[in-house]
């Protein structure tokens, strides 16, 4: 059985940043991170690769995240810089087979850690 939990989450100034981690158990997946805000849909923010390490990002986060694995620990990192108020939202790390940017490829899913971002 696969878990996902992630850590990192917390309260920041705009323009801050923030580094969230997700340890995952049971195997190694095409792994991503998405958010949702009060009212609003889950969204995708980032992916990454099991083997080679390609990533994809949401235009609104390009340039200012990046996200990184490490397979020998099983993690996957999420590191948020220049951190807009509209940034703020439950952050949640998946594990998917296929990859792709829509939520519905993703099988496994960790529980959320909250982001604020404070103006």
């Known amino acids: 059985q696969v878990q996902l939990v992630e850590s990192g989450g917390g309260l920041v100034e705009a323009g801050g940043s923030l580094r969230l981690s997700c340890a995952a158990s049971?195997?190694?997946?095409?792994m991503g991170w998405f958010r949702q805000a009060p009212g609003k849909d889950r969204e995708f923010v980032a992916a990454i690769t099991p083997s080679y390490g390609n990533t994809r990002y949401a235009d609104s986060v390009k340039g200012r995240f990046t996200i990184s694995r490490d397979n020998a620990k099983n993690t996957v990192s999420l590191e948020m810089n220049s951190l807009k108020v509209e940034d703020t939202a439950i952050y949640y790390c998946a594990a998917g087979f296929v990859p792709g940017t829509d939520s519905r490829r993703f099988s496994y899913w960790g529980q959320g850690t909250q982001v604020t971002v404070s103006s």
């Open positions: 049971g195997g190694i997946y095409y």
